[in-house]
């Protein structure tokens, strides 16, 4: 399909698209549109970036009508995911005038009270969603339209009671479209009691394409960071995300990378929403261009121009990889996927290889040591201290693998209750010069 026109949508639609200078759809839009502008239940499986939003956004901004009460409700994991599917709907709507509502814990309540009374679109996070509904600020019973987005996040945050909540607050006839980067047994059991004989639209995983390219490299832990300065400065890359498992993590690579000439920034858990909000504005708009984060930070990411995913450390768990690679290489630009892979990750880079059934290319390099020592004021034997959800916390005396496990970290924010993520802070020892070695069973496969 080589237009938005062909599409059996407004010329308004079609203007508003045009001046964003959207003019082919991708194919997951080429897909999706048709079966949901018929009313049709739709399952979508797509991965990151891949021009979802607009599959749900197009179709329902045709079929509300100005100033007839609440007519759409978007379901999303995070409040950054609610803020930028509810900016593709105040681009996409201006001809026809349309006000979207976006609700979210963690700020006042009133005010979006206010904005959901005067909206026909809702776009918001389980949590603030229950509070409004349960204040009798919030009436579904006559919206007929129902997205879910990003419903494997949703489910994996433990919203699933949370979702069906909200869905039995919707009228028994409506029309449903469920997104998921994968379907698991959570998602299913929510597909078959909620969705009608829905079309489903099953799209292979962008790491089959050739516009990302997955490569890494075998390093010992202490000198990941030597090879990490190394390669963004000798990368020829733009913006570039880099993954940590500990928040501890993340503020340490941000001063180092600072230290050695790179503009960098971190976002985590421990930061307000207001900051992670003018840290992630700030990113986007090339004031630096090296972020730092972890996932539960970094749920809801969606900057178009990164040209490099850095994973300092592998997730326990494919699916996280794959939304983490999921943020490069989108809307069909090119990217990168780099794995620093010590040998803490072995295991989890076997289970990565046989869940993905990809070869993921090796490549060496040789890099410069750089020194790197913990400073502090007060205590001249201070030792970083690694913290628990209880905040009880152990020291680190002797460790020479840099960085190391960690117990889980509090909770996001209230919208992500339910989820436990490891996310919280560790601690780092010196890192001493690159040496040969011989690796395990992994290096020899």
Do not use: W
Not at 126 to 133: F, N, Q, S
Not at 194 to 210: C, D, Q, R, T, V
Not at 388 to 414: A, L, T, V
Request: glycine letters at 6%; hydrophobic letters at 35%; proline letters at 3%.
């Amino acid at each position: 399909m080589e237009s938005f026109k062909e599409f059996a949508i407004s010329p308004e639609i079609i203007q508003d698209l045009e001046s964003r200078r959207l003019v082919k759809p991708t194919l997951v839009q080429e897909k999706t549109i048709p079966e949901a502008l018929k009313g049709r239940d739709v399952l979508v499986q797509s991965e990151t970036g891949s021009g979802k939003t607009l599959c749900f956004a197009l179709p329902s901004i045709q079929m509300i009508s100005k100033g007839k009460g609440i007519q759409a409700l978007i379901i999303t994991p995070t409040r950054e995911l609610a803020k930028q599917v509810a900016n593709e709907y105040d681009k996409f709507s201006k001809s026809k005038g349309l006000k979207t509502a976006i609700v979210y814990g963690g700020v006042s309540i009133n005010n979006q009270i206010n904005e959901v009374l005067r909206s026909e679109v809702i776009v918001g996070t389980p949590g603030r969603l229950l509070d409004l509904i349960g204040r009798n600020a919030l009436n579904l019973r006559n919206c007929p339209i129902l997205i879910i987005d990003e419903a494997d996040k949703l489910m994996e945050m433990g919203f699933i009671e949370d979702v069906e909540r909200i869905i039995n607050e919707l009228p028994k006839k409506r029309q449903t479209l469920m997104f998921s980067a994968t379907i698991n047994t959570q998602v299913n059991k929510i597909v078959e009691k909620f969705l009608n004989n829905p079309a489903k639209i099953f799209l292979e995983n962008m790491i089959k394409n050739l516009i990302l390219k997955q490569y890494y490299y075998d390093v010992s832990a202490k000198d990941r960071i030597s090879l990490l300065v190394h390669l963004l400065k000798k990368e020829n890359r733009g913006l570039v995300l880099i993954f940590a498992n500990m928040k501890h993590q993340t503020r340490f690579i941000s001063k180092v990378l600072q230290k050695n000439g790179i503009k960098a920034d971190c976002i985590n858990g421990d930061m307000s929403q207001h900051l992670r909000e003018k840290v992630m504005q700030e990113f986007s708009g090339g004031k630096f261009d090296v972020l730092i984060a972890t996932d539960v930070a970094a749920r809801g990411i969606h900057v178009d121009d990164i040209t490099h995913v850095i994973n300092f450390d592998l997730p326990d768990d494919s699916d996280t990889y794959l939304h983490r690679i999921g943020r490069t290489a989108r809307s069909g630009k090119k990217g990168t996927a780099i794995i620093l892979l010590s040998e803490k990750d072995y295991r989890n880079m076997d289970k990565l290889r046989k869940d993905l059934k990809q070869n993921i290319e090796k490549k060496e390099a040789e890099f410069e040591r750089i020194k790197i020592e913990y400073k502090s004021n007060n205590n001249k034997n201070f030792q970083p201290r690694q913290h628990n959800e209880h905040g009880q916390g152990r020291d680190f005396k002797k460790r020479s693998s840099g960085f190391g496990g960690g117990n889980r970290g509090s909770r996001d924010d209230r919208d992500n209750r339910g989820f436990r993520q490891r996310d919280s802070d560790s601690g780092s020892s010196r890192y001493s010069s690159p040496h040969k070695r011989n690796f395990s069973r992994f290096q020899r496969r």
